[in-house]
């Protein structure tokens, strides 16, 4: 039976959705592996947090050194694994560290710039 007020039937809302089929392999599709299914982190049996391959402390640094610099550093600060003056401190080595490398950078595109003014290509 249909509601007059838009087409709808009366047990469903136009914004609500439900699954035709279950997904496959039985899974639970309200389960995203992030939390314990009421919002809040999951914890494993001593009561710490569950920490994925990404929030470990070599990936959280490899990634800080190795591809993003400073602008990796909020992902330093969502880590659960680092105390808040580890992240302090990490904060500003990172910060340090990709300053430098901008520096050598510059220094790098300068000299060059200066060989090819030498060179007359310029």
């Given amino acids: ?11 469903e809302s136009p914004i609500e959705a439900k699954l035709a089929a279950p997904p496959p392999g039985g899974m639970d599709v309200s389960d995203d592996g992030m939390d314990g299914g009421d919002g809040s982190p999951s914890l494993d049996n001593t009561g710490k947090h569950k920490s994925s391959k990404l929030q470990s402390r070599v990936a959280v640094l490899s990634i ?8 990796g550093v909020p992902l330093l600060w969502v880590n659960p694994n680092f105390s808040r003056g580890e992240q302090v401190f ?10 430098t490398l901008l520096a050598v950078f ?3 595109m300068w000299w060059l710039y200066r060989r090819l003014i030498d060179l007359g290509a310029i």
């Fill in 90 to 99: 990490w904060t500003i080595v990172v910060c340090l560290y990709t300053l």
């Fill in 64 to 71: 800080l050194f190795l591809v993003t610099g400073a602008i």
């Fill in 106 to 108: 510059g220094g790098i």
């Fill in 1 to 11: 039976m249909t509601d007059h007020s838009g087409g709808y039937p009366a047990d």
